[in-house]
């Protein structure tokens, strides 16, 4: 394993520790004072990664060393890249010589950053349970769906229409329709309007490769064994709820 340790991924050490971590002191400082401390929340580039709840070791299908790689090298370094955007956004505005159009690439990144950002802590937070769906989260995807077989025969069939390469299949309480459902999400920045995201399969070759190849079936199944279904209706109880 490179980097950040299991025990600093998921043992709950200060999240701060887990980025400096990642890279050396040198770039944890350049981090550090990119950062202006005295910008408003907007800019401020202090996003802080949240450390994996679950044991990487055990979940089944789904290797240490694949959990640890897409954390620490996907997920964190969109962490540090949102952090440095927000940083460049904010020096950013004060030049008036800037073009928009030149403003407007660093707006795509942040959008792009925190779409990666968000549904990568909803893909690793969801993860790390037995797979049986339980509770009102599951009684919503019979209402909604049907059956809950008709869900989740949906769900593999989205998630594998993005099996080339890239993208999301995200399960969504959409609050504007008050309903589930299954959306196709071709890159972080794709998201249905007022989708609140229940699950979140990462899609992207990162996520499977280093253990299934081109096998993106086989690793579907993988996640559905370890979805931690707990979570899930937490997010959905809450999401109903707000
Ligand atoms: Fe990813």
């Not at 950013?92 to 959008?111: C, F, H, T």
């Not at 339980?134 to 769906?145: M, P, Q, T, V």
């Not at 979140?200 to 299934?212: I, P, Q, R, T």
Request: with cysteine.
């Amino acid at each position: 394993m490179t980097g950040v340790s299991r025990r600093t991924a998921i043992g709950g050490i200060a999240a701060a520790t887990a980025l400096s971590a990642g890279g050396t002191a040198k770039a944890a400082q350049t981090e550090k004072s990119a950062s202006n401390l005295s910008s408003p929340p907007a800019f401020a580039g202090r996003h802080l990664p949240k450390p994996l709840s679950f044991d990487p070791a055990k979940l089944v299908g789904l290797s240490e060393r694949l959990i640890m790689s897409h954390w620490e090298n996907n997920y964190i370094g969109s962490v540090k890249a949102l952090n440095m955007i927000e940083g460049r956004l904010a020096s950013s505005l004060k030049d008036n010589a800037m073009p928009a159009i030149v403003y407007g690439g660093l707006k795509r990144e942040e959008l792009l950053r925190t779409g990666s950002v968000i549904l990568h802590e909803i893909y690793f937070g969801g993860l790390g349970g037995n797979g049986q769906a339980a509770g009102n989260i599951r009684e919503a995807l019979i209402a909604n769906f049907g059956s809950f077989e008709t869900w989740e025969r949906e769900f593999r069939k989205t998630a594998m229409a993005l099996a080339g390469g890239s993208g999301w299949c995200i399960l969504s309480y959409n609050h504007h329709t008050a309903s589930l459902h299954n959306y196709w999400a071709w890159d972080h920045m794709h998201g249905a309007v007022a989708g609140a995201p229940l699950i979140a399969l990462d899609m992207y070759e990162h996520s499977f490769h280093m253990d299934y190849g081109a096998a993106a079936a086989k690793y579907v199944d993988a996640f559905m064994r370890n979805l931690n279904w707990e979570e899930i209706d937490r997010r959905y109880k809450a999401s109903v709820r707000s």
